[in-house]
């Protein structure tokens, strides 16, 4: 069982990047995908989720509705997060979970938003 974030980077404030989540060893499926970040000495906090089932219900917190969207695409076992209108306190480590496997945790990616 095994997570891979990707499509981390520098932007600059108001661009937008792309993250995508791997799973190996075993599919997405019907369960919940979250993305999470962690910004440097905080807590990891969760930014957006994506129910399984046909509707694929999304979740986001607060500070990223209208910026931030959560997609899957099944057939590849992938999750994506595509993050518009970057701002400097998007800064973090990104992170995604399966509510499948709820303890594992890949390496993450770093976002870093800055001029």
């Known amino acids: 069982v095994q997570l891979v974030e990707s499509g981390g980077g520098l932007v600059q404030p108001g661009g937008s990047l792309r993250l995508s989540c791997a799973a190996s060893?075993?599919?997405?499926?019907?369960?919940?995908v979250s993305w999470y970040r962690q910004a440097p000495e905080k807590q990891r906090k969760l930014v957006a989720q994506?129910?399984?089932?046909?509707?694929?219900?999304?979740n986001y917190t607060d500070s990223v509705k209208g910026r931030f969207t959560i997609s899957r695409d099944n057939p590849k076992n992938l999750v994506y997060l595509q993050m518009n209108s970057l701002k400097p306190e998007d800064t973090a480590v990104y992170y995604c979970?399966?509510?499948?496997?709820?303890?594992?945790w890949g390496q993450g990616t770093q976002v870093i938003v800055s001029s």
């Open positions: 994506i129910f399984g089932g046909g509707i694929g219900f999304t």
């Open positions: 060893g075993f599919t997405f499926g019907p369960y919940a």
């Open positions: 979970n399966s509510a499948r496997f709820p303890s594992s």
